[in-house]
C-alpha cells in the first residue's frame, strides 16, 4: 500500500482556489487526532498553514485543530478534502507540481506509555510526495477485477485445518475503493476462497468501534449470500486516541467493551485482542463470559512464543486460569528471509544494493526491535540518507519480520486458537518465498491444532497499487496450505 496521501486523481477543482482529494496513508481507519501536521507546496511555492483547511463530513478544521479531534474518525474508504486557498481558483485541465508532507502517528502501536499523565510515545507515519498533477473534477473510475483462478479443490473431512482470509488481505483495494463491502465479500466467494472471514474491525467498520444496525444487516445478507462462517474480530485498543495523554484504564475498558459487543453481535467466537494488560484481562473476562467470547492475544513479528514479553503474557494466563484465554500466531514471527516484496518496495524509495544488503544483515541480528530499527536509520543518516524517504518503512521493517524458529510454536500449541497465515509473495513454484509454509504446516498438524487458517496477505504495506491481485494469491496460497496439510496427514 503506497505511503502516500496524494494519488493521480488528487487534484480537483474548488472555487476557493484548489483543493486535493486526500487518502488515508494506512491499512485501517485512524481519528483525525492522528495527524499532527500536512503542509503544501504548489509549483514549488509554499503554502501559508492559514490558507489550508481539511473538510470531512460536512466540517472544516484548521490545520492547527486536526490533533484535537480525537472524536472524528477518518474512516478508510473516505477521502476529505484538503482546500488550498489561491486568488485565483484552478481551472480543470491546469497541470501543476504538488509536494505534500503529512505527519502521523498511529494510536494504537505505542513504543512506550507516558509518564505523569502525559502522552506516550507512538509508532509514526511521515509521508513526503511530490507529483505532476492535473485539476479533475472527480476521482478516476474503479478497475473491473475478473476472476482469473480455477475453482480451488474441495475441502474434506481429513483436512486438520478449516481456511479462511482476514479482509485485510485486500487493504489496498478497499482503501482506493475498487470494492465496497458487499463487492469486496462477492469478489471472495467468486474465487472460492472461505469459508472463514476475519475482519480488522478498524478498518471493516465504518462507525468503529461501534457496529451499526445498517452494517449489520449487510453483513448478515453477504454471509446469507455466501455461506461463509465469521471466524475471528480483530480489535486493537487505541490508546493514543487524544494527543494530550494516553487512555486511562477505564477508558481502555470501554473502548475494549464496545469492540467484544460488536463481535458478537456480528456473530464472531473469538477476539484478536493487542492488549494483555493482566487489570484489563481481569476486568474484561467477565465481559467474554457474557458475551461467550474467546480472546486471543496475537503473537506478531518481532515477537515469538518465547520472547520476554510474551512470556509475561503466559504468566498472566496461568494467573487467570480461564479457558477463554489464548493466542493468535501469526506467522510474520517465524521468517527465515525479508520479503522480497519489502525489498523491492525499499529499492523503490531510494536504497540502493549496499543499503538493501545493510538493512538485511541488521535484521538478522539477535538484537530488539528498537535496536535493530535505530541502527539502521542510523546507517542511512551516515550516508546523508532522509529516513523520511521510507515512510514507516524505517520501522516496520523490523517489526513486520520476525526470525523466530517455526518449531517454537509448539511450545504453546494447546494455547492457539486462530491463526493467521501471514505471507508476502506466492512464487512460481507455488512456495512463499520467505516463509516455510511446509515446516509451519508440519507442527500445527502433529501439534494437534485443528482451528482456521486465516490467510493474511501484507504485501500491500509494500507494493503497488494493482501490481498484484492480492485474492487471486490467497487462493494460490490455499492451495500451497492444502496441499502441504495433506502431505503431512498421509505420513501421519
Same mark, same amino acid.
Given at each position: ?20 482529494? !486526500? ?38 478544521? &484548521? ?41 502521523? &502517528? ?90 472463514? #472471514? ?68 456480528? /456473530? ?56 477463554? !484465554? ?31 544488503? &545493510? ?31 521510507? /515512510? ?33 509473495? #506466492? ?37 503497488? !497499487? ?27
Amino acid at each position: 500500500m503506497p505511503n502516500g496521501l496524494i494519488q493521480q486523481d488528487s487534484l480537483r477543482a474548488h472555487p476557493d482556489g484548489v483543493a486535493l482529494a !486526500l487518502t488515508l496513508p494506512w491499512y485501517r481507519s485512524l481519528w483525525l487526532s492522528s495527524v499532527s501536521t500536512i503542509s503544501v507546496t504548489v509549483d514549488g511555492e509554499e503554502v501559508p498553514p492559514e490558507d489550508l483547511r481539511v473538510e470531512l463530513d460536512g466540517r472544516t478544521y &484548521r490545520i492547527d485543530e486536526l490533533p484535537e479531534q480525537s472524536e472524528t474518525l477518518w474512516f478508510l474508504q473516505q477521502h476529505p478534502l484538503l482546500v488550498v486557498r489561491r486568488d485565483r481558483p484552478l481551472a480543470l485541465g491546469e497541470a501543476h507540481r504538488i509536494g505534500i508532507a503529512g505527519d502521523l &502517528r498511529l494510536p494504537y502501536m505505542q513504543i512506550a506509555p507516558g509518564a505523569d499523565g502525559g502522552p506516550g510515545m507512538y509508532v509514526p507515519n511521515v509521508v513526503r510526495q511530490s507529483l505532476d498533477l492535473t485539476v479533475r473534477q472527480g476521482p478516476d473510475a474503479a478497475p473491473a477485477l475478473v476472476s482469473e483462478a480455477a475453482p480451488p479443490p474441495p475441502a474434506t473431512e481429513s483436512d486438520p485445518f478449516r481456511l479462511g482470509l482476514t479482509l485485510y488481505s485486500a487493504s489496498a483495494e478497499f482503501r482506493a475503493g475498487w470494492f465496497d463491502f458487499d463487492g469486496l465479500l462477492d469478489r471472495v466467494a467468486e474465487l472460492g476462497i472461505g469459508p472463514g #472471514i476475519e475482519i480488522v474491525a478498524s478498518q471493516m467498520v465504518p462507525t468503529y468501534p461501534v457496529v451499526s444496525d445498517d452494517f449489520l444487516r449487510t453483513w448478515r445478507a453477504a454471509f446469507d449470500r455466501h455461506g461463509f462462517d465469521a471466524s475471528s474480530f480483530g480489535a486493537n485498543l487505541d490508546m493514543g486516541r487524544r494527543r494530550d495523554r494516553d487512555m486511562t484504564p477505564d477508558e481502555e475498558f470501554e473502548f475494549s467493551e464496545l469492540l467484544f459487543e460488536g463481535a458478537k453481535k456480528l /456473530g464472531f467466537p473469538l477476539v484478536r485482542i493487542q492488549s494483555a494488560k493482566p487489570e484489563l484481562l481481569r476486568r474484561l473476562l467477565p465481559v467474554a463470559e457474557r458475551l461467550e467470547l474467546q480472546l486471543a492475544y496475537e503473537i506478531h513479528a518481532p515477537m515469538g512464543p518465547n520472547s520476554e514479553s510474551i512470556l509475561r503474557v503466559r504468566e498472566t494466563y496461568a494467573e487467570l486460569d480461564s479457558p477463554l !484465554l489464548g493466542f493468535v500466531a501469526d506467522f510474520s514471527s517465524t521468517m527465515h528471509s525479508m520479503s522480497p516484496t519489502l525489498l523491492r518496495a525499499v529499492r523503490r524509495a531510494g536504497l540502493d544494493d549496499e543499503a538493501v544488503g &545493510r538493512l538485511q544483515e541488521i535484521w538478522a541480528t539477535d538484537a530488539t526491535m528498537r535496536e535493530r530499527q535505530e541502527e539502521f536509520i542510523g546507517y542511512l543518516r551516515g550516508r546523508d540518507f532522509d529516513p523520511g524517504r521510507l /515512510g514507516s518503512f524505517a520501522h516496520l521493517a523490523f517489526n513486520m519480520h520476525g526470525h523466530v524458529a517455526p518449531s517454537e510454536w509448539a511450545d504453546i500449541m494447546p494455547q492457539i486458537t486462530h491463526v493467521h497465515a501471514k505471507f508476502y509473495d #506466492i512464487d512460481e513454484q507455488g512456495q512463499e518465498p520467505a516463509i516455510d509454509y511446509p515446516e509451519l504446516v508440519r507442527v500445527f498438524v502433529e501439534g494437534g491444532y485443528r482451528g482456521y487458517w486465516s490467510s493474511e496477505w501484507e504485501g500491500h504495506a509494500f507494493a503497488e !497499487l494493482g501490481e498484484v491481485d492480492p485474492l487471486i494469491l490467497v487462493r494460490r496460497q490455499h492451495d500451497l496450505i492444502r496441499e502441504s496439510m495433506r502431505s503431512v496427514t498421509a505420513v501421519v
